[in-house]
């Protein structure tokens, strides 16, 4: 167990639609990751962000966004959706920055139909 | 551009023998190398990483990583693998100057008995 929780397991939506995956990092980390994971793509860094304040951006589209809260908890909102965003976005947290390791947690898989 | 390649899609090896995941890296800048593993259906783990220093790395379950500038390398190795070493392996730098993460495609490791 890496300490890092996400929500939901599985989420299963229609083209056009609008979910929200939700991320609880370890305690103590101040950075949180998020990740899409699919067949075609690989693994790609979305966004990162560092104690509430965006950090770094990868390759997220501007239909996908992102925040973290005070309580550093993080939700990435997914809007508009299509058949090529279904895949497994995990959420990651490190201490502090990129040069540290990050804790991966379970994964949502999202299928959108 | 920064860019991380795995050349293997899979290796097979078998249990005891010398396993070694290649990895290679684009030397704009000075990433920091890291490796992680992915067991089905669970996030990625920390593995090792590289930043300065000593060129062999020692990290996670026996595993050992050798840096070499010249060759723009980081490969994965382990003297004797177990068959629960089988999983799916990926390199990542992180070029903090982009503050970027890239991860390679991955590498399926399927040790047999």
């Known amino acids: 167990d890496s300490g890092v929780t996400q929500t939901p397991k599985h989420l299963i939506t229609a083209t056009g639609q609008r979910v929200t995956l939700r991320c609880s990092p370890r305690?103590?980390?101040?950075?949180v990751y998020w990740y899409q994971q699919s067949l075609d793509q690989g693994l790609q860094f979305l966004i990162q962000y560092y104690n509430g304040e965006e950090r770094a951006k990868g390759n997220i589209l501007e239909r996908f966004s992102a925040q973290q809260f005070p309580d550093l908890h993080s939700e990435l909102n997914l809007s508009s959706l299509e058949l090529g965003d279904s895949a497994l976005y995990f959420c990651?947290?490190?201490?502090?920055?990129?040069?540290?390791?990050?804790?991966f947690g379970p994964g949502t898989r999202l299928t959108v139909l | 551009a920064q860019s991380v390649a795995q050349p293997e899609d899979q290796v097979n090896v078998a249990e005891g023998n010398p396993l070694t995941v290649k990895c290679t890296y684009s030397v704009s800048g000075n990433p920091y190398l890291f490796w992680y593993v992915q067991y089905p259906n669970r996030g990625l783990q920390f593995l090792l990483k590289?930043?300065?220093?000593?060129?062999l790395v020692k990290g996670s379950y026996g595993f050992e990583a050798e840096f070499n500038k010249s060759q723009t390398s980081f490969h994965l190795k382990k003297p004797s693998a177990l068959v629960s070493d089988s999983a799916l392996y990926f390199c990542?730098?992180?070029?903090?100057?982009?503050?970027?993460?890239?991860f390679g495609s991955g590498t399926r490791l399927s040790i047999r008995p």
């Open positions: 990651a947290s490190s201490l502090r920055d990129l040069e540290g390791e990050q804790f």
């Open positions: 305690s103590g980390d101040l950075s």
């Open positions: 590289y930043i300065t220093g000593d060129n």
């Open positions: 990542a730098a992180v070029y903090s100057s982009a503050s970027k993460i890239i």
